[in-house]
């Protein structure tokens, strides 16, 4: 696990509360918003930012960061932004985890060993890639490794308990568990059933374990951390972020995760 996820997420269990981790699709609206928005994150109480890697056929989203993607996109965001963006970031002093959530085409293209040594040296801390599954990932986990950087798996209310068994298996830094049954910002998390899956996931792993999909509101994240150590938000901050004037997303990204970070702490 990356040093500064794994800080993190202690930081948060020392603080008796479940950690935050907001996803921002990268260049929208703008390269410059992403750039303003992300600190404006931190500052609010995020623990962990996922930066959404651009691509024209995102599988796992939905209408909400299908339509943010596509928008970035048509401004030429490709994964030399990417990199760039999460350089500046650095630069600009943010000190949190960032995780790159991208799917695997654009990885290839770019080059693996390449594109994990590039991220890296640009202060990633991990990857999340929804498309490549984890009896298939030996080659990105290698390259992931040696760079210092985590892999993330997802496993879904669906997935069979060999999966789980295996994803946990080759797992760094967290688990992510998905709390819908279908894609990102449609329909509401199914908490008995993803409690159910959070509890089979513990058996197998010691990681850390995020739930995400469907989390919109304060309530969400209060019940998340009843049973998880953090909750994933993506979609409803998206929406947040382009219901608006571009001028004003950062201040409106920063209240909306204010509130949610107030509702780590169970009960």
């Known amino acids: 696990m990356s040093e500064r996820l794994n800080t993190a997420f202690q930081r ?9 981790i907001p996803f921002v699709t990268i260049g929208y609206p703008s390269v410059n918003a992403t750039l303003q928005i992300v600190p404006e994150l931190e500052a609010a109480g995020a623990d962990v930012v996922e930066l959404g890697v651009p691509f024209s056929d995102p599988l796992a989203e939905g209408p909400t960061i299908q339509k943010s993607s596509q928008r970035a996109l048509e401004q030429g965001v490709s994964s030399d932004t990417a990199m760039e963006v999460a350089r500046e970031l650095r630069k600009s002093g943010v000190t949190l985890p960032l995780i790159f959530m991208g799917y695997y085409n654009p990885i290839l293209s770019y080059g693996p060993d390449r ?17 490549l599954p984890s009896e298939e990932n030996a080659a990105l986990r ?3 490794e040696h760079n210092g950087l985590s892999l993330v ?3 879904a209310l669906t997935s069979p308990g060999r999966r789980i068994e295996e994803a946990c298996r080759n797992a760094s830094g967290f688990v992510y568990c998905v709390g819908v049954l ?6 509401s998390t199914a908490f008995d059933r993803v409690r159910g899956l959070v509890s089979e996931v513990r058996r197998h792993t010691t990681l850390p374990i995020g739930v995400g999909f469907g989390v919109r509101t304060t309530d969400d994240v209060r019940r ?15 929406d947040i972020i382009g219901d608006g004037p571009e001028e004003t997303s950062a201040q ?16």
């Open 12 to 20: 948060a269990k020392d603080e008796g509360r479940a950690a935050l």
């Open 115 to 131: 594109y994990c040594r590039d991220a890296a040296d640009a202060g990633i801390d991990g990857l999340i890639v929804p498309d």
């Open 142 to 144: 290698a390259s992931a």
């Open 153 to 155: 798996p997802l496993v």
């Open 182 to 187: 279908g894609v990102t910002g449609v329909g």
């Open 224 to 238: 998340i951390a009843e049973f998880a150590d953090a909750a994933v938000v993506g979609s409803a901050l998206v």
């Open 252 to 267: 409106r990204a920063g209240a909306f995760i204010r509130e949610l970070a107030a509702a780590t702490r169970a009960g």
